[in-house]
């Protein structure tokens, strides 16, 4: 693991541990001050107050797209309130550095009917021979309730056997982001699935695994296991597609979140389909999302559906080429 080695390194260190005991996660922070360490550290910087003129060099040097850009900036900002509040500062030098302007951002959102198709195609790649099924199967489950759930990807990693809680019909999950708990209920369907698994993983290995989903006897899933799988999947169903900016308008590619993404939307979409008010679904949907605030949860809501995605991807494909 990469060291922090400019003057600021020992306050470095304790801020991603002050972080960490809040419940963040820390390789994104982390990764983005190293990079500004490193830049502190380069320039032969003594120790001292550091201007806004500083960072505003440091900026011009960033070589990337400007969500990225402002969100180095935010974490070194959120740095240096920690500063402030130690008293190692008299006041944040980033406080009036202005965001750079960003693009609009379209996610990638999957139909009801194309996140059936994943889940198939997942399914159709589980192996039967007895060395491969149960990682294959634990595979898939994680992959459905990513899907159906609307969970984060690692929050599947993470659940031991006892989070399962089959009378009840939920899921237990502990100390995720923002170091939150929460109770979620799961679809019938979801749970039908999840006891025919368990009767599978009762049958192939003992309680010295203490995670619901395994990759052998000792050991849980892997995240990049599970983001190859659900990469190879989206390929066999035809539905890879690059990332693309056409103007000022980010295209994203598919991802594992996009399922999180797809499940908000696609919730909200039939809530508003029998007739009733989505807006008043946002608080409970928010909760069950793991989201702090509803406000989280509405910021999903770019779009009502993938068709309207796909139709203004068209569109603007179209007014480009007719320029």
Same mark, same amino acid.
């Given at each position: ?19 960490? +005991? ?16 490193? =830049? ?16 505003? #060099? ?43 302007? *960003? ?9 009801? #009917? ?14 039967? *021979? ?5 990682? &294959?199967?634990? #595979? ?14 690692? *929050? ?7 989070? =399962?809680?089959?009378? #009840? ?37 003992? &309680? ?71 807006? +008043? ?25 993938? *068709? ?13 080429? &007719?320029?």
């Amino acid at each position: 693991m990469k060291h922090f080695e400019s003057f600021l390194a020992p306050r470095l260190n304790e801020f991603i541990t002050y972080r960490q +005991h809040l419940g963040y996660s820390i390789k994104p922070i982390r990764s983005r001050l190293l990079r500004f360490d490193r =830049y502190v550290k380069d320039k032969k910087i003594e120790p001292g107050v550091l201007r806004p003129s500083f960072f505003l #060099e440091f900026r011009n040097t960033l070589k990337l797209e400007p969500i990225s850009i402002n969100g180095m900036l935010g974490t070194v900002r959120v740095f240096f309130n920690f500063l402030v509040r130690r008293g190692d500062y008299p006041a944040n030098p980033l406080k009036d550095i202005p965001p750079v302007p *960003e693009h609009p951002f379209a996610p990638f959102i999957f139909s009801p #009917e194309q996140t059936g198709h994943i889940i198939e195609a997942v399914c159709k790649r589980i192996r039967i *021979e007895p060395k491969y099924y149960l990682k &294959d199967l634990s #595979e898939y489950m994680a992959i459905v309730l990513l899907a159906r759930c609307g969970l984060r990807i690692r *929050e599947p990693l993470r659940l031991q056997t006892h989070h =399962y809680r089959r009378r #009840e019909i939920t899921i237990y999950i502990e100390k995720t982001k923002f170091n939150k708990d929460r109770l979620i209920p799961v679809p019938k369907s979801v749970a039908l699935e999840l006891d025919n698994y368990l009767s599978v993983r009762n049958a192939f290995i003992t &309680d010295q695994n203490p995670y619901l989903f395994v990759r052998n006897r000792q050991n849980g899933l892997s995240e990049a296991r599970l983001r190859l799988l659900f990469h190879r999947a989206v390929h066999d169903i035809g539905l890879d597609r690059p990332r693309q900016v056409i103007g000022r308008m980010i295209f994203a590619s598919p991802t594992p979140h996009s399922l999180r993404h797809s499940f908000a939307v696609n919730t909200l979409k039939r809530i508003k389909d029998r007739g009733d008010c989505p807006q +008043h679904a946002l608080p409970v949907l928010a909760t069950y999302m793991g989201h702090r605030i509803y406000q989280y949860t509405a910021n999903y809501l770019k779009f009502i559906d993938a *068709e309207q995605r796909k139709g203004l991807l068209d569109f603007v494909v179209f007014k480009k080429e &007719d320029i």
